[in-house]
């Protein structure tokens, strides 16, 4: 058990990413309004890329770029390269989401999505 | 080190729940941005400028802007 | 010396930004969070100079350059929206 | 010497960055917030800068540090500008006159 | 005409150039070259945004004014940074807010810019509307707002306008 | 109207317009030697152009880069990234071979001693900027 809540103490960013995770979770799942849902969802994005830099992240090592000097410790940098394509994915889907919410404010008149199931009415 | 760390996270924490518990769309928007503002300062402390350069041109310009777009054309409260 | 005294000096920003934070959150006008909003760009671009003086790495002056060049292109957009009512 | 002038701006600049959220706290409307913001604000990034200038020397940090501070300052005053015209052209009341004929609500 | 739109894109090209070598510090011949390739472009496509010569005066000629004009700023803001303080952290507040109109003197656009934004970071004054007549000025306290027209700062950008 | 009132904004933005838009291009093409690329670069680029839509207008933007022009510039950039990849084939490695074709990798802190990067990296920045500035003129546009 100590050792456990040690080794979480050494990891709080683990720990941050899995709390911030959640809230972008919750947001998802609580919240009807669909903007806010997006805004969820771009928190729940934002936490795993947390998660994936704080992988890569070596103590005391510099910035992964070359400048010439002789055994730097650098972080790894291959992380921050997927977590790079991660980012362009993100911008891509929350732009594609937005365009896909004025469209269905422009049918229904509404971004609710508890309003826009009873609109288009019960599937049984 | 591990002081700035621990205070940007709960800082980080503090402003993902205060996006999520405004009423306001366009506030919760606003906040977004802080959001996005400080998880740059977080990728700076983790030592990898690629990933905070990229994510301050998207977080101050682009997603915002069109967060404020998509506001202005359907409503703005809840 | 110089180095603990960045750090404090980091840290002293930091908890200004909560309460910047709890301003933009509360504030009653949406006028109110934009400031809060401001505020906490102004700081974010200190914290990262900062940041890079504690780290030693040039390279990060670059994000605060970011930044300070393009962090107001939201405060206009939000701007115009409360004046027109669309962008 | 030069380390106490370092520490002596940077003290500086946090206790003008420290007035101003105080500012932001106590101030009564939009209008006084402003002033918190634009003023204290830019003079703390300022003395902080010059601070950091003096560590650094003359180098390429410092020269792009001075190109930080002087677009920080421009932007600033630029978008306080334009949060002051949005608050009066949408009639957003401003609290005039002393502060005892303020109702603090 | 063109002989007048010819010096000012070489005035812009020579200021991006400039700002490239800060940003970059580097004085390899391929730096240079990229350099002055951007800032070529940037100048030619966008000339017709970019600030035209006949709404500012010289200021590239008048750096003399300019730098004046900077100190006056910055000891202009210090002094009145200190007062703004003690304001705010005086335990009673003692604040008189209010938004007053005072005579638009400037003619240029690039001189009405900068005398906004010098009111704007001038502690206790804040720009709330400016147009070619009049500026209103939100200010926070009454003694403030009487030293408006005084300051040196107006005075320095006068000048730059009278030299052209 | 809107646009024509406000003086500081028309100055300052029109002011810092092509400081930020050279600042995109050097963080563009220094993307192997500092922080940036590609798409930061391209983003900062497009800023630039939503800052002026929002100044002044969507229409006169639009007046300043149409979207056939927008959408031509994106797909130069795409064939521009192809055709610095087919250089490799044609060289006789793999698809953006860099090292591998004999172009000299030089020194840290040199701009084109990259090789092929930045050559790409330009590529990438036009199609960027490109794309996400018509994606938010087209996100606007229809409002009026």
Aim: aromatic content about 10%; overall charge neutral.
């Amino acid at each position: 058990m100590l050792e456990l809540l040690q080794g979480l103490a050494n990891n709080y960013f683990y720990c941050y990413a899995l709390v911030l995770f959640i809230i972008g979770f919750y947001t998802i799942l609580s919240h009807s309004n669909l903007l806010k849902k997006l805004i969820g969802l771009n928190i729940m994005q934002t936490s795993v890329f947390l998660f994936f830099v704080a992988l890569a992240y070596v103590k005391d090592g510099k910035a992964a770029i070359i400048t010439g000097e002789e055994g730097a410790l650098y972080t790894n940098p291959l992380p921050s390269a997927l977590v790079l394509t991660g980012i362009v994915v993100t911008v891509s889907v929350t732009a594609f989401a937005l365009v896909l919410l004025v469209k269905l404010y422009s049918y229904y008149g509404t971004l609710d999505a508890d309003e826009i199931t009873m609109l288009r009415g019960n599937p049984e | 080190m591990i002081i700035l760390d621990l205070l940007l996270l709960n800082i980080l924490v503090l402003c993902a729940i205060a996006a999520i518990r405004v009423r306001d769309l366009l506030s919760a928007v606003i906040i977004f941005s802080a959001y996005s503002l400080l998880m740059a300062i977080i990728w700076l402390q983790l030592g990898s400028p690629d990933v905070a350069i990229t994510e301050a041109a998207v977080g101050a310009g682009v997603t915002t802007m069109l967060f404020i777009a998509t506001i202005s054309k359907t409503r703005r409260y809840e | 010396m110089i180095y603990n005294s960045l750090m404090i000096a980091t840290a002293i920003l930091l908890v200004n930004i909560i309460i910047c934070l709890y301003r933009a959150a509360v504030g009653p006008t949406p006028g109110d969070r934009i400031v809060g909003i401001n505020m906490i760009i102004g700081k974010t671009v200190t914290v990262m100079v900062l940041v890079s003086f504690i780290r030693q790495e040039a390279l990060f002056l670059d994000v605060a350059l970011t930044y300070s060049l393009i962090g107001f292109i939201a405060t206009i957009g939000v701007v115009k929206y409360l004046e027109l009512k669309h962008l | 010497m030069r380390e106490f002038l370092i520490l002596f701006f940077l003290l500086a600049g946090v206790f003008f960055f420290t007035v101003s959220t105080i500012g932001l706290l106590r101030l009564p409307d939009v209008y006084c917030r402003l002033h918190a913001n634009t003023k204290t604000d830019t003079l703390g990034i300022g003395l902080i800068f010059l601070s950091l200038i003096i560590y650094e020397g003359l180098s390429p940090v410092s020269v792009k540090l001075g190109i930080i501070g002087i677009f920080t300052w421009i932007t600033n005053a630029t978008s306080s500008h334009l949060v002051a015209r949005a608050s009066y052209y949408t009639d957003v009341k401003y609290f005039r006159g002393k502060r005892k004929d303020y109702d603090h609500s | 005409m063109w002989q007048e739109r010819k010096r000012e894109i070489i005035c812009k090209i020579i200021v991006l150039f400039f700002f490239w070598l800060l940003i970059s510090w580097d004085l390899d011949w391929s730096n240079l070259l990229l350099g002055f390739f951007f800032s070529t472009v940037i100048s030619f496509v966008m000339s017709k945004e970019l600030l035209r010569a006949d709404e500012s005066p010289p200021l590239l000629l008048r750096s003399h004014l300019l730098v004046n004009f900077v100190f006056a700023l910055i000891w202009e803001v210090i002094k009145a940074n200190l007062l703004v303080a003690r304001i705010i952290l005086d335990p009673k507040l003692p604040i008189s807010p209010n938004i007053i109109e005072i005579p638009q003197k400037l003619k240029l656009p690039v001189t009405q810019a900068l005398w906004g934004n010098s009111i704007t970071l001038t502690p206790g004054t804040l720009t709330v509307d400016i147009s070619d007549e009049r500026i209103l000025v939100h200010i926070i306290d009454e003694e403030i707002g009487k030293r408006i027209q005084q300051n040196p700062v107006q005075k320095i950008l006068l000048k730059m306008e009278k030299v052209n | 109207m809107y646009k024509e009132e406000i003086l500081i904004l028309r100055v300052v933005v029109r002011f810092m317009m092509p400081f930020i838009q050279i600042y995109g291009c050097y963080i563009i093409v220094s993307g192997h030697l500092g922080p940036g690329g590609g798409f930061a670069g391209g983003t900062i680029v497009a800023a630039s152009m939503i800052l002026y839509a929002l100044t002044f207008d969507v229409d006169r933007a639009l007046d300043k880069v149409p979207h056939k022009h927008a959408t031509m510039l994106e797909s130069l950039g795409g064939i521009w990234f192809m055709s610095c990849g087919i250089v490799g084939l044609l060289l006789g490695g793999n698809f953006l071979a860099n090292g591998q074709i004999g172009v000299p990798l030089g020194t840290p802190g040199r701009l084109l001693s990259g090789g092929l990067v930045p050559v790409i990296y330009f590529g990438v920045g036009i199609k960027v900027a490109m794309t996400i500035m018509s994606l938010y003129f087209s996100l606007v546009e229809e409002d009026r």
